[in-house]
Each structure stands twice: as C-alpha cells, then as structure tokens.
C-alpha cells in the first residue's frame, strides 16, 4: 500500500482543516495512544492516526473515535535520530517492536510488515511530540452499515483556522480507502 491516500478532496475540505486545531489543543501526550490508519494524497503529504485510547463504543453499537493528521515531514524530522527526541523515539521503537508490537495497519495487511520499524516509529512521533497537526476529526462509525459521519471537525490551511460543529449526514464507507482502513481496525 505504501502511503498512499484516496481522500485528496477530503485533505482541502474545511470540515479536515478545522479538526486539526481542535484535537491539538486537546491532546495531551500523555492521554493519546494514536494508531496511524492511512496518509494523505500520492506521495504522502500528511499521516493519519486514530486515538486508540479514547474509542468511545456507544450503547447502539456505534463508535466514536478522534483521527488527527500530521504532515509527513515533520513526523519523519521529529525521528531523527541525530537529536535526543528522535533518537529517543528510535529507541523506544526498537523496544516496542522487540516486545511484539505490531500496528494495526499491517496487522491488517495494509502495510507490509518490513514497513514496521517507519509505522511503529509514526505512531510513536504522534504520541509524544508537540507537531501541530493539520486537521482533526471526531468520526462516529456505524459497523453494521459500514457508515461514517464527521460529528466535529478543526483544520487549519493558509494559516487560518476553520472547524465544524454540527454533525454531518452517514456516508457509506467507499473500499480500499482510508475509511474503510479505520472502519476495519475499529469493527473487527
């Protein structure tokens, strides 16, 4: 799969500019676990995460959950390993791999597995810097209809702000897209 992503439209839409902010400012490293799920446009310009640590799985079956994308370059500067935060992260994900740890995106055949040590390494960047992401999401997720809808969303483009409030309607979730790469980690 590579880094590839099929949502260029959702990328520049204002409902993803405005996510962005908003779980920026929410997130604290601290109260995150984020999964990387997908990337932004040919070749990846952003990388994707879902918050493992705050699925909210609601009463009708349904389940929330926040996603947040970080630009590509900034994930792969903050692992450098030639500063201490990245080299840190280096070897924090050396242990985790060693541990077992394999992300949910290879585990479901979205990656390959020798794509590990770049995955593990993401994820990590995501959990523990301060890089400013670039939109954010709170998607609710209908399994049984393989449906989602955006409940809330903050991004920031051209160095403005934007967000939304107010629930948009279900779409059906399109296949081989980063949709239904979340859809399927969350509704195994």
């Not at 099929?6 to 962005?20: H, Q």
């Not at 960047?125 to 049984?144: D, H, M, R, S, W």
């Not at 409940?151 to 980063?178: C, I, M």
Request: hydrophobic share 40%; with cysteine; glycine share 6%.
């Amino acid at each position: 799969m590579g880094w590839g992503f099929d949502e260029a439209y959702f990328f520049w839409s204002p409902v993803y500019i405005s996510t962005v902010a908003f779980a920026a400012a929410l997130a604290q490293p601290s109260d995150v676990d984020w999964k990387l799920y997908g990337s932004t446009l040919d070749p990846a310009v952003a990388l994707c995460f879902y918050n493992a640590k705050d699925i909210d799985k609601r009463p009708d079956g349904n389940i929330r959950v926040w996603i947040k994308c970080l630009l590509r370059d900034d994930v792969l500067k903050s692992v450098d390993p030639k500063n201490e935060q990245g080299k840190k992260i280096v070897e924090d994900t050396a242990q985790k791999i060693k541990r077992g740890y394999v992300p949910p995106i290879i585990v479901l055949g979205k990656m390959d597995f020798d794509e590990i040590g770049g995955v593990v390494a993401s994820e990590k960047a995501a959990n523990v810097t301060n890089l400013q992401p670039i939109g954010q999401i709170f998607y609710e997720i209908n399994c049984k209809e393989k449906m989602t809808r955006v409940l809330s969303a903050h991004f920031r483009q051209g160095g403005k702000d934007a967000s939304l409030n107010t629930p948009l309607d279900w779409e059906y979730v399109p296949p081989e897209t980063n949709y239904d790469t979340l859809l399927r980690i969350q509704c195994r």
